[in-house]
Structures are given as C-alpha cells and as structure tokens.
C-alpha cells in the first residue's frame, strides 16, 4: 500500500499518528522462515490474576474484561471457559470485526455479533495494546484479558487465561457445581501437560502450519503430522468419552476449538484434506458431545468462523470467495455417554 507505514503488528509511534494510516502487517505474511515454514510468535503479557491477589492482580467482580473474535480457537477457549464456569456477570466481553484487514483488529458496532469498544473507546486493538504499553512493538492478538482498574493488560496468552478462569473466580461462580468444576485436576496436571504438548505442536498450531506454508517441504511435513496426531486421537477417543477418560479436561476443550472449525474452514481453507473430522467415527462422535455440552454450542459462530478466514487472508483466497458449504449437524446423536465408565483414564500409550 504506497505512502502507507506499515508495522508488524503493533508500532510504539502509533498514537502521535492518524490510526487510519497505519497497516498491521498480519502474522501469515511476517512469521514465514526461510524455509517457508510458518513458526508463531510467543505471546507478550504474562501476568496472572489469583484469588487472593497475591500477583497484583485479584479476582473481582467487574473487573476484568476479555476482547475476542468469534472466529479465533485460541480467543474461543477463553468463552468456553467463562461459559462453563458461569462467570458471564463477572467478566464483560467484546468481540471484534471478524474482518482482518490492514489496519489489524477492529471494532464494528455495525457487523453482526461485533461491537465497539465500551470499556476503552478504541478503534483498533492494537490501540488497547498501546494503552497497556506506550512502546509495544508485538503482535497484535486475541484474546486479550484487560484490567478495567488498572487499564492495563494482563495476560494475551489463551491457555494461561482458561487457567485463570478455572480456579480464580471459584468464588464467584453461579452454582456449586460451576465452582467444584475443575478442568486441570493437580492429578493429572503431567499427563495434561504432556498431551496438550503434541496437540498443539500437530494439530491446534499444525493446522496453521499447513495453511500458512509458502513451499511445498513445510507443507508436506505440517500434513502429515497433523493427520498422524489426528490418527492418535481417535484411538484414544475410541476407548474413552474424553481425552481423559470420562473426566471433561482442558484438553478437551483446546482440543475442540480447532477440531469443530476443522471441516467448516481448514479441510479447504488449509488444505487439511486428507480426511474431514466426518470421517473419523469417534472424534466426530466427540466433537458433537462438546458441542452439546453445558451452552458450549452457544460459543460458536460459524458466520464469523467462515466469513474471517475466506474473507481476511487474501494471500490464501485472493478474491474471498466463501464457499456455501459444508453443512453439519453439530446437534445430532453421539451417544458418547454409553462409553464404558472404567474406560482406560488418559491416552494410555500415547505420545508426542
């Protein structure tokens, strides 16, 4: 874009210059090797809120603010967990234009199921990362986890803030049961850890690396890991209701988010199409039991889902034409439940 600034993703002058004149460079475009592998940025904000406050940061009500897309896994597993812990009073959301365009994340009142920013009245996100850090210079991403006291962000790392919303609000959760619900039990925390490890390296992240690959080498080893790591998840799915047994874990969840938008987008969009999830009997199996689980269904967008990956990388789909299909029923029978209660706890056998 001639006479434009561009940045990658955030830019420290930012906020002595017209916020319409400067361009995001997105992550598919700037996080390329050399060897056209896609290789994602760590997250910026670390920071931790506790029940008692002994971080900095205590767990109050009204306090704390999530920014999202619909159309994000990584922001979805945060409304997952906020759904499932019943904590929609006690922590305010915002959702972004699903349209990703050169300006980054936007706020738009005007699209269906997005907003504008109430809580900072910003235009873009990356100006609620300026106001967090003056010299930020990262990536710009969701979800954001925002202190509406101190205006600042504390954490915009997804499996950090799932970890926040399981334990540090027990005190305000709805119900007893949302309180008592544990999603990263202290026993199974390793196992947790280590299956968590390859699902993202190979299929949450992998599926990114397929799409995102500019040489044919990625590609074809981004693919073929991807549908290895998918193989092992239908065997252990084929024993077991969860990923651990009949215990509904985090993993699951993290799980989830990539595998229902897997048919709807990656299969055509990432080129993910050796198999759809459709043609895994127990993950399809598992994907609708989530689905139907506790308002889960109620997380997912499938319009900004569809609409944000064919319309925002062009450099994927040049003309964002989106496709009218597939059509899935995410509501229908999976008798998952009639799996044996002493189904073998965990991926017995399984490894990274």
């Not at 210079?137 to 950090?160: A, F, M, Q």
């Not at 993950?283 to 689980?293: A, E, K, P």
């Not at 009639?338 to 991926?347: C, E, I, R, S």
Request: net charge negative; aromatic share 10%; charged share 20%.
């Amino acid at each position: 874009m001639s006479g434009v600034p561009s940045i990658v993703e955030g830019d420290p002058n930012h906020l002595a210059a017209n916020a319409d004149h400067i361009e995001v460079q997105p992550s598919w475009k700037t996080n390329v090797s050399s060897s056209g592998e896609y290789v994602r940025a760590q997250s910026s904000f670390r920071h931790w809120i506790t029940a008692e406050g002994s971080s900095g940061f205590t767990a109050e009500p009204g306090r704390y603010h999530l920014y999202v897309s619909l159309a994000c896994p990584w922001a979805h597993r945060t409304l997952i967990l906020r759904k499932l812990k019943g904590l929609e009073d006690i922590i305010s959301v915002t959702v972004v234009d699903w349209l990703l365009e050169e300006h980054g994340w936007a706020f738009n009142g005007q699209r269906a199921g997005c907003a504008p920013d109430t809580v900072n009245s910003k235009v873009y996100l990356r100006e609620v990362y300026q106001l967090a850090d003056p010299a930020y210079n990262g990536r710009i991403t969701v979800p954001v986890l925002w202190d509406k006291k101190e205006r600042t962000i504390v954490n915009n790392e997804s499996s950090e803030i799932i970890r926040m919303l399981n334990t540090e609000f027990n005190a305000f959760c709805q119900t007893e049961e949302q309180r008592n619900l544990d999603l990263y039990p202290a026993d199974l925390r390793p196992e947790i850890d280590a299956l968590n490890e390859w699902v993202y390296r190979d299929i949450n992240n992998g599926v990114y690396k397929c799409g995102f690959a500019t040489s044919q080498v990625a590609y074809d080893g981004s693919v073929i890991n991807l549908f290895e790591a998918l193989d092992k998840v239908e065997l252990i799915l084929s024993e077991n209701r969860y990923l651990f047994g009949t215990l509904l874990t985090e993993a699951d969840i993290r799980l989830f988010t990539t595998l229902v938008r897997f048919d709807m987008v990656y299969v055509t969009h990432f080129k993910c199409n050796r198999k759809r999830i459709v043609d895994y009997k127990n993950i399809w199996g598992f994907v609708r039991d989530i689905y139907q689980t506790a308002g889960i269904g109620e997380t997912v967008n499938f319009d900004h889902i569809v609409n944000h990956y064919y319309q925002s990388h062009r450099t994927i789909n040049p003309n964002g034409i989106v496709p009218i299909g597939p059509h899935l029923d995410f509501n229908s029978v999976h008798e998952r439940g009639k799996l044996a209660v002493d189904a073998t706890v965990g991926p017995t056998g399984i490894s990274g």
